[in-house]
């Protein structure tokens, strides 16, 4: 079994215990219900007990516009929303969509017309945006504001991937998108393939970092395709981002997991918060070359 | 040096009294790409042109003639991207324009991202200056009947796709004279789909892709199998492994056949030249146009 998450960090801080999911072994129906099963997190939004989704960016407008992806190994369903507004939790939505329709995405207005139909509760915009999201939208509004150099890194994406005891593969993929991005862009993390793949045969992805560079190289295809041709996750993650970054010029991380539980934490940004948890140990790590780690057996 | 141009108006058991229009549409399309790659232009520009002409076609499932979602509306979705730099723009979801690929264009154009989506695309459309177009306008008197007979079915995608009641989507895929490769893709999408919904057309790897070092595709069929397998990349993929644009072509249909059960149809064109268009439903209107050679088929899959 293995586990692996990545999240945004906050500033440029190693991470303390606080920052990192405790996981216990779990099966995989049970990973989006994690929610309830660790103690509270201030990075990890999409698995922290307060409204995730929440610390997402915002739009142009001061909007939040959210985009979420989840794939099936098994039987390559996925699921995904993509601008949705005024819901806590956009990776359940997406899983949803997967489970309850015969559709593979919804966008906007639509999306929330389900999430109405499936009973999925509104909450207020209010409710998702934190200070620091504010201020940082504040200060892109400047004319030469580089959104994408200011975000990367620091309140990216949150994705994780996972290999259960059956050899099912996952992944999950969830983001508020880009730092004043224009009202109604979505970015990678929504488009299978892209911000995400998951396929029992070759193993799971999950992006992050400059979304329109990701889609352009369709990175988490990709880094599968070069799997499929017998590379090894860190190799076939690396040869995938050192592509990304000489044919588009874009920069971003992903986690990588194979069937066999080998799995990788890869990036070519300054930083990313990222965790896997594998047998009794839990791997973390925030810049490049890091890599703690620590036994998960409770004292 | 060759251009070459390929078009297709959707993979779908197109129905004897819709079969000799979509024919016609596609040699028209094609004949209209070609014009643009003979006098030099681009390959993006002749897929755009040529996929504007079958969007304005009201026989075909995109722009005008667009099928209707379950709250009888139409939204429409588009990708074009450019092999030579990998840029990309779509639209996801957006209404009342005529011309869907033109708008992803502009985002591709005149805009840092990718993909736009709902409101947020039709707000940029109008500080483009694109033009409204009233939801009748766009919206034939066939497809509205048709629309009105399937209203009471619960039918999920799937059983109506294999039930040959779901209209298609148009694309095109171009080679020109300076070596350039693009594609592009346009759909009003699956006939009472729910509100929102987003097939494969704008996604990326799925509804199409195009590289200069390996080729552009365009696919039809069954949205949701094709997403599955992220059909466009996949038939790419081959490619870049060394395959032929045929046997990329058949292997990525098979497989998706094979392991998602499902149905539909490629266009392929290779820097060198080479073209495919292939499919595993029941038909698929085509037409390509390769120096003087001017060819168009509506026969039975293979």
Redesign the interface.
Known sequence: FFFSLRCKAEGGHAPSQRHVALLPPFPLRDFLCLRSQVPKMTTIYVFSNVVSGRGSVLNVKGDV?MDALVMDGK????G?V??VRNIANPVQLARLVMDK???????????S??ARAVGIPEVSQESLITEYARMRWTKNLAPDANPVESQMGKMGTVGAVAVDREGNIACATSTGGMLN???????DTP????GG?ADNQTGAVSTTGH??AI????LA??IL?HMEQGQTVEAASDVGLAYMKS??GGLGGVVTVDPQGGWGARFNSLQMAWAAAQDDRLHYGLYAGERFSESLQTP | MSAVIVVHGGAWAIPDELAQASVDGVKSAACQGFSVLKGGGSALDAVEAAVRMMEDNTVFNAGHGATLNNNGDVELDAIIMDGKTLACGAVSSVKNIANPVSLARAVMDKTSHVMLTGSGANQFAESMGVETVPTDALVTEYERKEWEKHKTYVNGVMEDFNAQWAHDTVGAVALDCTGNVACATSTGGIRNKKIGRVGDSPVIGSGGYADNFSGAVSCTGHGESILKVTLARLIVSHIEQGKSVSDASQLSLQYMGERVHGAGGSIVVSPSGQWAATFTTERMAWAAAQQDELCGKNTSAT
């Open positions: 516009e039987t390559l369903a996925s995904a993509s601008a329709t015969s559709h593979a995405c919804l966008t906007a207005e639509g999306a017309k389900f991005k224009m009202e109604g862009r979505v970015g488009c299978i393939g892209s793949y979304g329109e889609m352009k190289v369709t295809r990709l395709f044919r588009v």
